[in-house]
């Protein structure tokens, strides 16, 4: 199973950007998907979760900002960042938790390779 993140880049505050994460291969369920960031010399956090029925959660920094949505069909993840602040620069890591096939007992956690998302002020 591959992540692979895109959409990352640099803005100045107060602009947009849209995260997209796409997972492929041996993928027979994905249960919750996520978005994480690290920023340098912290640790990484949880910014947005999302359930496969679309049950959502954020952390409060970004609450009222930042949307994240899926698209199951496509096992693809996204997130949707408005009002964007220095403060959210980070690379961003996407997780998807996987079931690869049915007669597989657990779902397995997978993390993309990282989005670096620069905010200037």
């Known amino acids: 199973v591959q992540l692979q993140a895109s959409g990352g880049g640099l803005v100045q505050a107060g602009g947009s950007l849209r995260l997209s994460c796409a997972a492929s291969?041996?993928?027979?369920?994905?249960?919750?998907m996520g978005w994480y960031r690290q920023a340098p010399g912290k640790q990484r956090e949880l910014v947005a979760a999302?359930?496969?029925?679309?049950?959502?959660n954020y952390a409060d920094a970004v609450k009222g900002r930042f949307t994240i949505s899926r698209d199951n069909d496509a096992n693809t993840v996204y997130l949707q960042m408005n009002k964007l602040k220095p403060e959210d620069t980070a690379v961003y890591y996407c997780?998807?938790?996987?079931?690869?096939?049915?007669?597989?007992?657990?779902?397995?956690?997978?993390w993309g390779q990282g989005t670096q998302v620069t905010v200037s002020s």
């Open positions: 997780s998807a938790h996987v079931l690869e096939a049915p007669y597989y007992s657990d779902y397995q956690e997978y």
């Open positions: 999302i359930t496969r029925s679309s049950m959502t």
């Open positions: 291969g041996s993928i027979f369920s994905i249960d919750t």
